[in-house]
């Protein structure tokens, strides 16, 4: 078993793990760090595909951004101090019944399919490849991603803000 | 000898996936379903990547992981905009609650 081996076991039992523990945690906080935990594993599977730049990008954005506007969620939308912070969950069984066929047909697509694998090459910085992708190969979709985000941002702040009586 | 290969990234994201949707399907909470979608969307960020890795295609995946992670975070802040709303009508983010529109 070589230290690459021992990497992914180890970042994959860390994001599966926490994974589970957020499915199953009836408290949205824990559910929440859950979260976190699994976040940081998948960032650490990215650096292990040598997605360098990816790897920051999930770390910055979905443990800085994300994972806080989540808190921010549970925080301004249950009563804390009355200890609500529950959430319920329903038909668990035929939820895990079609979960895991699902889970299953996925699985076995995926063995059988003979995958056309090439040898990982040798790691490289990412962060100017990427750079240089986004500003000619993919400069459309990058320029529509962007006034996506603006649109979004201007949105949630418009419903989010409290109505004002005119 | 490296023994993990490309299998074993797409069965991890497999089962992330799964798991998000479990916790999509039976979370009553809405911001509980709401990480549920956030680790579907992993999911499908590590095979992105994997595939990128494992493949003679450039840097492609990677870009797209890119622009996965900026649509989560414009779909987090709306919905979470709709969460913050409904909890102001309605006092509760049960989604149970949320029947305004049943007839």
């Not at chain 1, 906080?29 to 976040?39: K, M, N, Q």
């Not at chain 1, 400069?139 to 949105?155: H, K, M, N, Q, T």
């Not at chain 2, 399907?25 to 890795?53: D, P, Q, S, W, Y």
């Amino acid at each position: 078993m070589t230290a690459f081996d021992f990497v992914f076991y180890v970042f994959a039992a860390l994001t599966v793990a926490s994974a589970v523990v957020m499915v199953f945690s009836r408290n949205v906080i824990y559910s929440a760090v859950g979260l976190l935990f699994t976040f940081f594993g998948v960032a650490g599977i990215y650096v292990l595909l040598a997605a360098d730049f990816v790897a920051v990008v999930q770390v910055m954005i979905y443990v800085g951004g994300i994972l806080i506007l989540l808190l921010f969620g549970v925080m301004l939308s249950q009563r804390v101090t009355k200890v609500e912070l529950r959430t319920g969950t329903l038909q668990l069984v035929p939820a895990l019944l079609v979960v895991g066929s699902g889970l299953v047909v996925l699985l076995r697509v995926m063995y059988k399919t003979g995958w056309k694998e090439v040898p990982a090459a040798e790691f490289k910085a990412t962060s100017a490849t990427i750079g240089t992708l986004l500003m000619t190969d993919f400069l459309i979709p990058f320029e529509v991603v962007s006034i996506l985000l603006l649109l979004a941002l201007i949105g949630a702040a418009f419903i989010a803000r409290k109505e004002r009586k005119t | 000898m490296i023994t993990v290969t490309l299998t074993h990234f797409l069965t991890l994201s497999a089962v992330l996936f799964a798991l998000g949707l479990l916790c999509v399907l039976t979370k009553k909470n809405a911001v509980t379903v709401l990480m549920g979608v956030e680790l579907i969307l992993n999911a499908a960020n590590i095979n992105f990547i994997a595939f990128a890795r494992y493949s003679d295609t450039d840097l492609d995946g990677q870009v797209f992981a890119v622009f996965v992670i900026v649509t989560a975070a414009a779909a987090v802040a709306v919905a979470l905009a709709i969460v913050l709303n409904l909890y102001e009508r309605l006092r509760t983010i049960d989604l149970d609650e949320a029947d305004l529109l049943a007839g």
